[in-house]
């Protein structure tokens, strides 16, 4: 069985910044790529950043600039470091990994930025 836990996200004030984190753990081998997506409401899941197990990283235009996508593997971790927050950023925040012809989802945290 393999769990994804996500930690980190919460309520800041725009122009803030947050740090999410997703591990891995349980029977999983061999991890390719590992992907943050958002779902706000009302709007359909969108991947914000990706990067894959040799390090090439991959964003939305939306966050280039601001977010940073980055994984340690020895931790099966991915972490995804939101500056400049925007109210448009508010959203559910899934991780999704990529392990051999599997991937895995998290359960989501809630990240919100007010006016």
């Known amino acids: 069985q393999v769990q994804l836990v996500e930690s980190g996200g919460g309520l800041v004030q725009a122009g803030g910044s947050l740090r999410l984190s997703c591990a891995a753990s349980?029977?999983?081998?061999?991890?390719?790529?590992m992907v943050w997506y958002r779902q706000a409401p009302g709007k359909q899941r969108e991947l914000v950043a990706a990067?894959?197990?040799?390090?090439?990283?991959n964003y939305a235009d939306s966050v280039k600039g601001r977010f940073t996508i980055s994984r340690d593997n020895a931790k099966n971790t991915v972490y995804l470091q939101m500056n400049s927050l925007k109210p448009d950023d508010t959203a559910v925040y899934y991780c999704?990994?990529?392990?051999?012809?599997?991937?895995?989802w998290g359960q989501g945290t809630q990240v919100t930025s007010p006016q």
């Open positions: 999704k990994v990529l392990a051999g012809p599997r991937d895995y």
């Open positions: 349980g029977s999983i081998f061999s991890i390719n790529a």
């Open positions: 990067i894959s197990n040799r390090g090439s990283t």
